[in-house]
């Protein structure tokens, strides 16, 4: 065997390992995380607050889909939540749960809340509450931002990133 063959071998070889530990020394690190979806409204209950012009409460189910721009991977998400704002002044804040289901059929249950930064922008923070599968012990947040297609809220686009943190394997 050629001397250029053996080099070449043990390159490879030491390519591979370093490879291998690059990946078990990251396992235990926190990775970025962004994924942008679209969403929809399934549920929708809002009664106006007597206290002034446009004041309304509302309780909300959304489905989405989400896409992880850092493995490509579709997320399913279903949110519940609840809402205080004015359609007038652009006052109120927004706070509820989410559930992502990975293809895996694992899942990451997480919190958020948010104020309006515009007339159909928001913009807030979420936190894992937990996680069940390979996903289990996780730990992470963010920010994330939603548009909404229309003044109505019933259709949108939202991005969220932050950093989650695996367990050891």
Known sequence: MSCSKIISIIAVIIFLFGISTIDCAVAAEKAKCITEGTFYSVK???????DEEE?????YEMKGLYFDELTGERIVDKSVGFM???????DGFVRGYGVETYS??????????GKPIGKTQWKGEWNIIKCTGKLKGTDGGGIW???????DMNQ??????????????
């Open 55 to 59: 004041h309304k409460i509302g309780i």
């Open 44 to 50: 929708w209950e809002q009664i106006e607050v007597a």
């Open 156 to 169: 949108g686009y939202q991005k969220m990133e932050g950093e989650m943190q695996t367990p050891e394997q």
């Open 104 to 113: 895996n059929g694992d899942k990451m249950f997480r919190s958020f809340e």
């Open 84 to 90: 205080d704002f004015n359609t007038k002044t652009g």
């Open 145 to 151: 931002t939603w548009t909404s297609y229309d003044l």
